[in-house]
């Protein structure tokens, strides 16, 4: 009698199931992601441009993000979404949102984003 070895045809596909759905939510959530370190290079660089000056308004601020998201392509939030708050020693850009992914049928993921970039004006 021989000894049978090696995964059998089920125990393929069980094991396959769950990797292909990882692999899936991964494709459906990666550009996502992408958009967000779009929108935190974005804030990043707008925090490096106007650090140091005194004369900043929320309205400056969210122009200076705008134009950077119209150059970078960022699709979400938009710029009027980013909010801006006087704190001490400069300004606090809070990017706070959340997508929806959509999986199949009526499954999506949620995925909530929230990043905070300080303007230092001293």
Same mark, same amino acid.
């Given at each position: 009698m021989r000894k049978q070895r090696g995964?059998?045809?089920?125990?393929? $596909?069980? &094991? &396959?199931?769950?990797?292909?759905? $990882? &692999?899936? =939510? #991964?494709?459906?959530? #990666?550009? /996502?992601?992408?958009?967000y370190? *779009?929108? &935190?290079?974005a804030m990043k660089e707008t925090a490096k441009a106007l650090e140091s000056d005194e004369t900043l308004t929320p309205q400056a601020i969210r122009g200076a993000i705008e134009k950077r998201f119209d150059t970078g392509y960022v699709d979400s939030? *938009?710029?009027? /979404?980013?909010?801006?708050?006087k704190v001490e020693g400069g300004w606090n850009?809070?990017? =706070?949102?959340?997508? /929806?992914?959509p999986m199949f049928g009526n499954l999506f993921l949620l995925i909530d984003f929230d990043k905070t970039i300080k303007i230092e004006t001293n």
């Open positions: 995964v059998t045809m089920i125990g393929w $596909v069980i &094991l &396959l199931i769950p990797m292909a759905l $990882v &692999l899936y =939510a #991964g494709i459906r959530v #990666g550009p /996502e992601y992408f958009n370190y *779009k929108v &935190l290079t939030p *938009k710029a009027d /979404e980013i909010e801006v708050a850009m809070t990017a =706070a949102y959340q997508s /929806e992914v």
